[in-house]
């Protein structure tokens, strides 16, 4: 069974930057997808980001494109979100998820497995 571990969360002020990180064991990293979702309070959990197995392709929703990177280092077991010009709307908990899907499903956002999740908080 996987399991993932977020780091990296924390208060930042508006147009300030943060790197969440994303340490997975339990089974061969470079045959999952990985991705990271977002829950704000009171509001559904979000789908942000994705990269491929390799980490040839990767998905963004609208809302951050330009702004966050997702990155893999399959030989670190590691996933990463670099998260620049944030904003207030961009609070919430943050969470690393594993797909082991097509890339076709997973750009729908089809992840089975996740993380405890890591708060971001933005202040205006």
């Known amino acids: 069974q996987v399991q993932l571990v977020e780091s990296g969360g924390g208060l930042v002020q508006a147009g300030g930057s943060l790197r969440l990180s994303c340490a997975a064991s339990?089974?061969?990293?470079?045959?999952?997808?990985m991705g990271w979702f977002r829950q704000a309070p009171g509001k559904e959990r979000e789908f942000v980001a994705a990269i491929s197995r390799s980490g040839s392709m990767r998905y963004y929703v609208d809302s951050v494109k330009g702004r966050f990177t997702i990155s893999r280092v399959n030989a670190k077991n590691t996933a990463n979100l670099q998260m620049n010009s944030l904003k207030p709307e961009d609070t919430a908990v943050y969470y690393c998820?594993?797909?082991?899907?097509?890339?076709?499903?997973?750009?729908?956002?089809?992840?089975?497995?996740w993380g405890q999740g890591t708060q971001v908080t933005v202040s205006s």
């Open positions: 339990g089974r061969t990293f470079s045959n999952d997808a």
């Open positions: 998820a594993a797909s082991q899907a097509t890339w076709s499903e997973v750009v729908t956002g089809n992840f089975a497995r």
